[in-house]
């Protein structure tokens, strides 16, 4: 056998070699990839599965502004009549009441209720 052949040879079973363990590598790849989707897929639909407003929203059809457990719970007893809406002096008249004065800001479209700067007791 010549030498040429040998080296012939040698490189044919070599890139065959090479060519196999490429493809494998290629395959674990892919599956690590696939695996690691799966897994974000499974971990997004756990935690979006377990939050209860999201599956209530879900299943009702409400639109995607009325997601909030809090909404939902005086919107239903508000349609009960165990809430009753009262408007801005009347707040301020019952806050005073218990003790605790407040004052009314309104900026921006936005309104905000302050605490008592002094405390229910005044000035001394």
């Not at 890139?15 to 490429?22: D, E, G, P, S």
């Not at 905000?112 to 005044?122: C, F, K, Q, R």
Request: no cysteine.
């Amino acid at each position: 056998m010549s030498d040429t052949y040998l080296k012939h040879r040698m490189l044919t079973e070599l890139t065959a070699a090479m060519r196999r363990h490429h493809a494998r590598r290629r395959v674990r790849r892919r599956l690590a990839t696939t695996s690691a989707m799966l897994a974000v897929a499974a971990g997004v639909l756990w935690v979006t599965a377990s939050r209860p407003a999201a599956r209530e929203h879900v299943e009702r059809g409400d639109p995607p502004g009325h997601r909030s457990p809090t909404v939902q719970v005086i919107r239903h007893a508000h349609r009960t009549g165990l809430i009753r809406t009262i408007d801005d002096d009347e707040l301020l008249a019952r806050l005073e009441e218990i003790d605790r004065p407040t004052g009314m800001i309104r900026t921006e479209g936005r309104v905000w209720l302050t605490e008592a700067v002094i405390g229910p007791a005044g000035l001394r």
